[in-house]
């Protein structure tokens, strides 16, 4: 079965930089689009940089010049690299993947999470 497993979140002070990590294994045919979210204590889960197979990407607004999302497809792996960190930012953060295993079906994956703290 397929799963997601992401790395790289920590504490970190404001205006310091991380990168996330998402690995997808299993029985893969393709990725057909990837994504992160994040949730912060008391509020829903938001989608914060999505890229799909084409390469396009779109952001939130509240990370839009700070955050990339990228994807290495050799590896069934992308990654989330955050610059300029706020105390917002503070969350969980969830990578997902839309999965195909056998086309023409696709099963949206999450990962565990990792939780980025940003000190002021």
């Known amino acids: 079965q397929v799963q997601l497993v992401e790395s790289g979140g920590g504490l970190v002070q404001a205006g310091g930089s991380l990168r996330l990590s998402c690995v997808a294994s299993g029985n893969i045919f393709s990725i057909s689009s990837m994504g992160w979210y994040r949730q912060a204590p008391g509020k829903q889960r938001e989608l914060v940089a999505q890229?799909?197979?084409?390469?396009?990407?779109n952001y939130v607004d509240s990370v839009k010049g700070r955050f990339t999302i990228s994807r290495d497809n050799a590896k069934n792996t992308f990654y989330l690299q955050m610059n300029s960190l706020k105390p917002d930012d503070t969350a969980v953060y969830y990578c997902?993947?839309?999965?195909?295993?056998?086309?023409?079906?696709?099963?949206?994956?999450w990962g565990q999470g990792t939780q980025v703290t940003v000190s002021s």
């Open positions: 890229i799909t197979s084409g390469g396009t990407t």
């Open positions: 997902n993947a839309e999965i195909v295993v056998v086309a023409p079906y696709k099963i949206l994956y």
